[in-house]
């Protein structure tokens, strides 16, 4: 009886070590931009906390095309949006993806993005170890103004 408690133990114990190694990262206030009908480009917008060192390097969705990790910056009063090859997460610091910076861009939709549905959105991020780690997201769809939507 004893062997199996501490088998048991020891299992719970391997298997929470694997489950925090796996998860260097945190993602929170994950969401994606409601589109009209005929759109077929929004973003996705939240907050991502380093556990350990870490770089965002992709992202991808079944419900677009093509997923990109985007900035926005205003250079003399006009926007200019680029991909970029990632986005540094500091150990212990949180990054915003938000409206008007660091974002996912989703591109080539096929699908309306309709508040209160979810979108599978899987981030990829490379460690300081270069090994890499992924976070798959099942990601509100918030309305077009970014409000979050009302429980029926």
Do not use: C
Request: aromatic share 4%; proline share 3%.
């Amino acid at each position: 009886m004893i062997s199996i408690l501490r088998l048991a133990l020891a299992l719970a114990l391997s298997v929470g070590a694997l489950s925090a190694h796996a998860q260097s990262v945190e993602v929170k206030d994950a969401w994606v931009r409601g589109t009209v009908p005929s759109q077929k480009v929004t973003g996705a917008f939240m907050e991502i906390t380093g556990k350990t060192a870490a770089r965002l390097i992709s992202a991808e969705s079944p419900a677009a095309a093509t997923v990109e990790i985007h900035n926005m910056t205003m250079q003399n009063g006009v926007m200019k949006m680029f991909p970029v090859e990632g986005i540094d997460i500091p150990a212990g610091k949180t990054v915003k993806l938000a409206s008007g910076g660091y974002h996912v861009m989703m591109m080539g939709l096929k699908q309306q993005m309709k508040a209160g549905e979810r979108v599978p959105l899987k981030l990829t991020f490379e460690l300081v170890d270069k090994k890499r780690e992924s976070v798959e997201l099942s990601v509100e769809v918030r309305d077009i103004t970014g409000a979050r939507g009302h429980a029926h």
